[in-house]
């Protein structure tokens, strides 16, 4: 079914229709943003698998907590 799906031919209409819908000067600045995204989320990640689940979650510190 999903055998011919993805042919050069389709990603090179689906760039040409993304470079008409944003426009060649958005497109440096919407990749850089992209980039830092995943950046962000990979870096996420790892943190979370390093802490494991038995870590425990920090307590937060309320201005409510600290007063008394």
């Given amino acids: 079914m999903l055998r011919n799906a993805l042919e050069p031919w389709h990603i090179l209409v689906v760039v040409l229709v993304v470079v008409v819908l944003f426009g060649s000067r958005k497109l440096p600045d919407t990749a850089r943003a992209l ?14 698998k390093d802490d494991g689940p038995g870590a425990p979650a920090p307590a937060p510190n309320s201005p409510v907590d600290s007063a008394r």
């Fill in 35 to 48: 980039g830092k995204s995943m950046r962000i989320l990979r870096s996420e990640a790892r943190a979370m």
